[in-house]
């Protein structure tokens, strides 16, 4: 946050999504220090809310990297499939219930579109690993977790009914590779920093 005018326009993509998922976690946290229980949680609408500006935010984010070819295709065709899956899910549970199916399929999506950049950026075998390309840590942390996770919320409402089930021990895999990301997010964040050169008047 203090550093935030040292950042690129990407990394401020990156860093605003960070921000803005301290909101529902921050809403979790109330709702479960005062014991607040109620049949459709006020959580999960702020988890919802913070859906759409995570899908608004990182198709922005990677739009920049598919300015043409079947790559771009791909790319807009899933963000339109990902925004009516939305829509049609809001419609037919609530905007109260949260949409674990949505979220999944958008994962999945996060995850393809990772995996394009990626095969983009080094389909040349001449391309040399740059570990201070932050870019990348923003990349692989966003993959680790989309992909890793997918399981987690697909499994979500069973998880929650089922409260001695084994697979309660999939939230520590979620809790693993939330860490990752972070990290990962942090480290992108520091490089970008250490980079940073004030415009010459």
Same mark, same amino acid.
């Given at each position: /946050?203090? +550093?935030?005018?040292?950042?690129?326009?990407?990394?401020?993509?990156?860093?605003?999504?960070?921000?803005?998922?301290?909101?529902?976690?921050?809403?979790?946290?109330?709702?479960?220090?005062?014991?607040?229980?109620?049949?459709?949680?006020?959580?999960?609408?702020?988890?919802?809310?913070?859906?759409?500006?995570?899908?608004?935010?990182?198709?922005?984010?990677?739009?920049?990297?598919?300015?043409?070819?079947?790559?771009?295709?791909?790319?807009?065709?899933?963000?339109?499939?990902? +925004?009516?899956?939305?829509?049609?899910?809001?419609?037919?549970?609530? +905007?109260?219930?949260?949409?674990?199916?949505?979220?999944?399929?958008?994962?999945?999506?996060?995850?393809?579109?990772?995996?394009?950049?990626?095969?983009?950026?080094?389909?040349?075998?001449?391309?040399?690993?740059?570990?201070?390309?932050?870019?990348?840590?923003?990349?692989?942390?966003?993959?680790?977790?989309?992909?890793?996770?997918?399981?987690?919320?697909?499994?979500?409402?069973?998880?929650?009914?089922?409260?001695?089930?084994?697979?309660?021990?999939?939230?520590?895999?979620?809790?693993?590779?939330?860490?990752? /990301?972070?990290?990962?997010?942090?480290?992108?964040?520091?490089?970008?920093?250490?980079?940073?050169?004030?415009?010459?008047?």
């Amino acid at each position: /946050m203090f +550093f935030y005018r040292k950042l690129s326009a990407d990394s401020k993509w990156i860093a605003l999504i960070v921000f803005l998922a301290c909101v529902p976690h921050i809403v979790t946290y109330v709702e479960s220090y005062f014991e607040i229980k109620k049949e459709t949680p006020v959580r999960y609408v702020f988890f919802n809310i913070y859906m759409i500006q995570e899908l608004l935010f990182l198709a922005i984010f990677f739009n920049q990297f598919f300015p043409s070819g079947v790559k771009k295709t791909i790319f807009r065709t899933s963000v339109v499939l990902c +925004f009516l899956l939305g829509v049609m899910l809001i419609i037919k549970n609530g +905007f109260t219930n949260f949409q674990t199916i949505w979220l999944c399929f958008n994962n999945i999506a996060y995850t393809m579109w990772s995996l394009l950049l990626l095969y983009k950026l080094y389909e040349r075998d001449d391309t040399v690993f740059n570990t201070s390309y932050s870019l990348l840590f923003y990349i692989f942390g966003l993959f680790f977790y989309t992909s890793c996770t997918i399981l987690v919320f697909g499994l979500w409402d069973y998880i929650r009914s089922h409260e001695n089930s084994y697979l309660k021990n999939l939230n520590a895999i979620h809790s693993i590779y939330n860490v990752v /990301m972070y990290v990962s997010f942090s480290i992108g964040f520091i490089i970008e920093v250490k980079l940073f050169r004030p415009k010459k008047s």
